[in-house]
């Protein structure tokens, strides 16, 4: 069994952590400089684990393996939210880059190669999965074009060139050349956490629906038109918000989730009746007939604004992805792996988060595997998780991977 | 009688608008490059117009008259609201720069001077009423130290610094030298337009009274943290901002308005629970004890929604200015001139927008004049006046004058 290094997991782990640091956490936006600094040390790392590095043209960061004859790909994204936790994206890739290191080590893993993924924008600053996707052949050449910055609208393509990645050819997947994908990461949920479990194998990457609502009223001066004469987008906004707010309890299943994450106003001036408001609504749920049921919800709810006035009220399809099952072996070899090491303190669970193994799943079998999160606390900067935790999940996801390199076939 | 060139003013008024041009409006925000320009073009039209002219410290634009005897004191601001109209502000700038031009070229008003002001920052991209404040001595320079821009936090001594103003003296007014303080502006309501009348007597300029309500929940991820679990600004804000609306029309006056018109969500993704929401609430009206039921409603409401829960909900108060009744012989003078040139077609109204006026009138006598404003459109770039209002308007406005310089004492 290839054996990890913890210290060198954690140590690796704080110093990819120093790229953006905020507080305790990360500031690290995709092809933000520190990102792309951080790439740079990642393949650098990978060269010196012995694998082949390269940085593609989307970001993606991939360590080849040349000689082995049956490999496992293991990555997660590398980039974080903005103001977010260190180990989130950023413990999956380390996971991966440990691995590499171990199975190289042991002489009993000759055959077994390890190859290694930072994806690019899994945490859609810029779009949804753009790292994977394109390794994937699932992101078109039209969608970079037309992609932008969620926070200042800057083309993707001219992210791209700052970051020094417009003219490097875009990575794709050969999937003859793997067993399958692999991806470790913090659970980011409280499951874990409250009952006091240490591994959690990943059953199913929920579907996240995510939509548009503009309103559109008429922008004017806050003190000379009267209410009666008004049409206050922002007003508007609000109450659609409230209503949807009201109504989804009544339709949510025990794990179904929904967030109003963002808000724009127009102007946005304190003395501005304002003339357009837009709104992001997200759902997330394992069931994807609940899903339907939620999007029909939100079109009542979008039209009967709409006709109630006086504002007008649209709504435009963001991304919507499928609930995604992980590969049935692969549960199990993660489960044996953990009871071996962490024996009765493990669960199956879904994920509520989506991931870059929901997207690699189309093209080869797939695997998830979580550590707790302490209090559950994600996508911010005082995420975190016991170093015990984090050095026990690194030896289960090692000897998991060997498992499945061994039995899957 | 002075007697103004409408042509020259309204040429005048077209070059100012080419200073940050959008579509029909101007987006000229206080202190940006296109601000600065416009206010070096001003200093350089009031020399041409035999004024001493002086850029102050806050951005002020001041032509003196140092020789006549009796003086009026006539501006209003030069920069725009974002994206906003090309009369709002400039008309009553160039009004004050075409009165003392006629009054210049017209002998028997030898005695008369006429000095002109175009103030900064009315619109309060970093203050309020910075400029209007600062000539009548109530900017403290501590507040100069603390005051940030609206948008993107830029500290005001930085943005004086890099418009050229930082090392020049700010500009104080001396009383004894003024028979009063007038002003011109649109009305920026649609009073005079329905009504088809083309000339408004400002009798008092309402009370504009603003909070800034911040929602203290918890960041968290949008996927993993189950709805029971959360504390989420955004939701709060959204219910609370319904609330109010649902609450003030039935302690409103018959003119009573109140606005949210600014609005901010952190982090503001999709995929991220918000943990802090802030919003500006705003309401005008003419009588202040209407203005104190306003608040006392509103802080019930912030309780209210703070002892609910789960995020904590504070109030501060930004700033509440007092409703400031015109000087009744001003009112009296200008009235008396509409009558010359409209007969019938003028009338008495308050201002529910704030004005510099309201500011010169704790210091000196004050008076305003309206102009109709097309279907009441203001704060937006498709603002407009008809152009023969904006020629009746200059003419009664330098008739005005003349007959305030000759009888207030």
New interface residues.
Partial sequence: MPTIDGQRVVADLKRLAEFGRYKTGVHRPTYSPVDVESRHWLAEKLGEAGLDPVIDGIGNVIGRNPSAQRRLLIGSHSET???GGWLDGSLGVIYGLELARAFAEDPGCAEFGIEVAAWADE??HYGNYLGSRSFTDALPEDEIDQTRG?DDGTPLREALERAGLAARPRERVDPKRYVGYLEAHI????TLDTSGLRIGIVETI?G?W?YRISLIGE?????????V?RK?A??A???L??RI?DCF?EI?GL?????????L?E?????????HAEM?V?F?DADIDRLAVFEKSLHELVSEADRAGPCACEIET?ARTEPRPMDPRFQDQIEAAAERHAPHMHMRLP????HDAAVLSYRMPAGMMFIP?LR?????WSEDSKEEDIVLGAQVFADAAERILRSVR
């Fill in positions: 939210q903005p103001y945490e859609g969620r659970e980011q949920g409280d929920v996240i995510n922008q004017n001066h806050a003190g000379t038109t009267r209410m004469r206050d922002g007003v906004m609000v109450r918000a409230t707010h309890p949510a794990r179904t989730v929904w967030t109003i994450g963002r808000i106003l102007p946005n001036a304190p003395s501005v009746v304002p003339g992001q997200q997330r963001i994920s509520a988060a989506g999160s559950g606390i994600s996508h911010h």
